[in-house]
């Protein structure tokens, strides 16, 4: 079946640095893949996704890399904010006869005044 | 542009009570998902329609859950009767579907308890 999952579930960061969240995922028939950001006592938001198609992604000081290879994806947010704590889950996503979402676990950032 | 929009926002009831949220989705949205996220864990789907038709319901638990979307718009989500497993937050979330768009716009959440 579909498997979305991180490698870590915590992840402390200190101001100004950069981050790296990591997602492994399972199923090669994917069509993109997003990353949502989900701050305490509120719904996941959306940050950025990325087609299959595509191994590089940029938004706003976020880049998301898709390596199908190894079926991994990751989100780089440069010059962490204290703002940019919460848990960030990542999502994979397929297309047809309907939209299928399937979310992961998530990872917690902690961003270090 | 109006966010998704869920009531109530908190309810504590005791285990075999019922209790329905209800959810508004972004005007236009052909798709509207009711997820369960329970504390720590990503959104696990429970029902996902396309306008009022169901697309997807594998991992709704169909002997005490029901959701309906009339006409189209408003969803409710029902769970009767609840049980000590069923704590969690109720996700409503729309998206415009087909090629139009796959990015999914969630509400703020359904606070459940259950004791």
């Known amino acids: 079946g579909e498997n979305v999952g991180l490698h870590l579930p915590t992840l402390s960061v200190q101001e100004g640095d950069n981050s790296i969240i990591n997602c492994a995922y399972s199923?090669?028939?994917?069509?993109?893949f997003i990353w949502y950001k989900q701050e305490s006592g509120k719904g996941p938001q959306f940050i950025i996704d990325?087609?299959?198609?595509?191994d590089k992604r940029q938004g706003q000081r976020v880049t998301v890399l898709l390596n199908k290879t190894v079926k991994h994806l990751s989100l780089q947010i440069a010059a962490t904010q204290p703002g940019d704590s919460a848990v960030y889950f990542c999502?994979?996503?397929?297309?047809?006869?309907?939209?299928?979402?399937?979310f992961g676990t998530g990872t917690k950032l902690q961003v270090i005044p | 542009e109006a966010g998704v929009a869920q009531s109530p926002r908190y309810k504590i009831i005791e285990k075999r009570q019922s209790v329905a949220f209800w959810c508004n989705p972004i005007?236009?949205?052909?798709?509207l998902y009711w997820y369960q996220q329970i504390l720590g864990q990503g959104p696990k789907l429970l029902i996902q329609?396309?306008?009022?038709?169901?697309?997807?319901d594998s991992q709704l638990p169909k002997d005490r859950f029901s959701a309906e979307r009339l006409k189209g718009v408003d969803s409710t989500l029902k769970i009767q009767p609840a049980k000590l497993e069923d704590s969690a937050v109720y996700l409503c979330?729309?998206?415009?579907?087909?090629?139009?768009?796959?990015?999914?716009?969630f509400g703020e959440g359904s606070w459940l308890t259950v004791v």
């Open positions: 979330a729309s998206s415009q579907g087909g090629a139009a768009g796959h990015t999914i716009y």
């Open positions: 199923n090669s028939a994917s069509d993109y």
């Open positions: 990325i087609r299959s198609n595509m």
């Open positions: 999502a994979e996503g397929r297309s047809g006869g309907y939209q299928k979402v399937t």
């Open positions: 005007s236009g949205h052909a798709t």
């Open positions: 329609f396309q306008n009022n038709g169901v697309v997807d």
